[in-house]
């Protein structure tokens, strides 16, 4: 069978959030079998649960961000993505996350410092299966026309693969690898993609720091690009590292459906607001989707029922 994961010890993290620039404390614990991944804002007096649904994301402007049902004007917890997409990679399908503020922490712009502490933490099976969602039927949202086109799908596969293409008006940006696939079950999520750093242009972060966004941003946590070069004084991770962080994001997103995919996805010019679109456009379709279970680990997509591997 394969089973579902939790940790087998809660680990914490400390850092600031990218656009309050304030600190922010997290804990993460583990969580019985069929619980799925909560966040609970302990900083509230009494403690709000949002468990982590396509239903309760509210925002998609800036980042990924939940509140309970969906409701824009409630508690809410934003920049979820890429602790999302650390479980994802590491397969962990219950979860308790107390935060003590609005927005997890940006740590180091990637995945990879929430990889490092889910593992240090342990990462134990439990004695009930995993439930996949199984795309059955192709689904697929478009935004936009000529150069501002943009559009994300999901086909039936047996595994999960994800393919991400993006196109950028600036030099620096072009002179890189513009398009990645990736497989999931290839047990390469840590080397390949989680290192992977947000990025912004400085035209764009001077204007949201007008607005009072990006107050935690620096070249700590992101890769901070102007008109013609990267700034940071170490270079890029990855020579893709741009297109791979899309497709870090869009694990992240996607992991809002509450299970694991079955599906190939893939993506051109997306984000936030149309991975959404698109899962919500799955769900409302009961015809294009179904939730299994491998009680045989030989039928489960090859990569799926293994442990992944310690630092």
Not at 83 to 93: E, R, T, V, Y
Not at 170 to 188: K, Y
Not at 264 to 269: C, G, L
């Amino acid at each position: 069978m394969v089973k579902q994961r939790t940790l087998k010890s809660l680990t914490r993290a400390v850092g600031v959030g990218i656009h309050s620039g304030q600190k922010v404390e997290l804990t993460l614990q583990p969580a019985p079998p069929d619980t799925g991944l909560v966040f609970r804002r302990v900083d509230l007096c009494p403690p709000v649960e949002i468990p982590v649904t396509a239903a309760s994301v509210c925002d998609t402007r800036m980042a990924t961000t939940i509140s309970p049902g969906g409701d824009p004007g409630g508690p809410k917890v934003q920049t979820i993505e890429h602790l999302l997409s650390a479980c994802a990679g590491l397969g962990l399908d219950n979860l308790i996350i107390d935060i003590n503020a609005d927005e997890v922490p940006i740590l180091d712009g990637s995945a990879s410092s929430f990889v490092f502490l889910l593992q240090s933490a342990g990462i134990q099976q439990q004695d009930a299966p995993k439930k996949f969602l199984r795309v059955k039927k192709p689904v697929e949202v478009r935004q936009g026309e000529g150069k501002k086109l943009m559009w994300a799908r999901l086909e039936p596969h047996h595994g999960y693969t994800l393919s991400f293409e993006i196109e950028f008006d600036n030099p620096a940006v072009a002179a890189t690898g513009q398009q990645f696939v990736f497989d999931m079950g290839s047990g390469a999520y840590k080397k390949e993609i989680a290192r992977a750093r947000t990025f912004g242009m400085t035209s764009d972060i001077e204007l949201m720091r007008s607005r009072g966004l990006t107050l935690g941003g620096s070249m700590d946590n992101a890769i901070v690009v102007d008109d013609y070069k990267v700034l940071n004084a170490e270079g890029l991770r990855y020579d893709d590292e741009f297109v791979k962080h899309k497709i870090l994001d869009a694990i992240g997103d996607m992991q809002v459906v509450g299970h694991p995919l079955l599906a190939a996805y893939t993506s051109f010019k997306g984000g936030h607001a149309l991975n959404n679109k698109l899962l919500r456009a799955l769900l409302a379709d009961p015809d294009a989707y179904e939730l299994v279970q491998f009680d045989d680990e030989r039928a489960a997509p090859a990569g799926f029922a293994e442990l992944a591997p310690a630092w």
